[in-house]
């Protein structure tokens, strides 16, 4: 596509439910990322891809989140047993490779756990 | 964690006028690039500067980097209206490929 687009824009699920946020980055773009963004802050880096594997994972708050990209383009990113503290907009970003490449940003997931 | 730390944290000035932001980082890095982020729309990256460069221009943006100081300015001269936005710094480190840490972000509001 033109851009990187995420699914869905706003998301509104209850405490303890499980939730997916979608990626479908630029195409030929080999790496993906994920951010968090609160309120007021900067995107907080949580996991990023070269292609299907995970490249660094460090950003994972806890084992509730888990991505994946089985096929080196849409990536989905798994929230389990949601807490009101993991309201937040969830950024995907993709780029050409990794190292030195500019990011481009999809519009993100705005996710409201109630 | 993040790494930048963007100077102000917030910016009112009148249209025409010069911006000045301010990024001081910690770690050594490869690359420092700034980004624009409208509210509620994703990020937007305006300019890519490289260790070994100490200034870059593009349009009306000028960024600086010093790195023995560990900093960057990002000046957005003869600002308009449309220039409001959260202005963020992310650095790109030395070691392999990792990914970039954005900093807290100024919020600039230019008022016409």
């Known amino acids: 596509g033109a851009g990187v687009s995420q699914t869905p824009s706003n998301k509104v699920t209850e405490k303890g439910k499980y939730v997916e946020l979608r990626c479908d980055p630029i195409s030929g773009h080999t790496a993906l990322y994920w951010y968090r963004q609160s309120l007021g802050q900067g995107p907080e880096f949580l996991i990023y891809?070269?292609?299907?594997?995970?490249?660094?994972d460090s950003g994972l708050p806890n084992d509730r989140f888990f991505a994946v990209r089985p096929e080196g383009s849409v990536s989905t990113l798994k929230i389990q047993r949601t807490e009101r503290g993991d309201s937040a907009v969830y950024l995907c970003?993709?780029?050409?490779?990794?190292?030195?490449?500019?990011?481009?940003f999809g519009e993100g997931s705005r996710l409201t756990v109630l | 964690s993040q790494q930048g730390e963007e100077d102000p944290q917030a910016l009112s000035i009148q249209e025409g006028e010069n911006a000045t932001m301010n990024c001081s980082y910690k770690?050594?890095?490869?690359?420092l690039q700034w980004y624009r982020q409208n509210s509620g729309r994703g990020l937007v990256h305006l300019i890519l500067?490289?260790?070994?460069?100490r200034e870059k221009h593009s349009g009306r943006l000028r960024v600086t980097l010093d790195t023995s100081k560990k900093s960057s300015s990002l000046l957005i001269t003869a600002s308009r209206a449309a220039d409001t936005a959260s202005y963020f710094c992310?650095?790109?480190?030395?070691?392999?490929?990792?990914?970039?840490?954005f900093g807290k972000g100024t919020r600039l509001s230019v008022i016409a």
């Open positions: 970003a993709s780029s050409l490779r990794t190292g030195l490449g500019e990011l481009f």
């Open positions: 891809f070269q292609g299907t594997g995970a490249a660094d």
């Open positions: 500067i490289r260790s070994n460069e």
């Open positions: 770690t050594s890095i490869n690359n």
């Open positions: 992310a650095t790109g480190r030395n070691s392999g490929n990792t990914p970039l840490v």
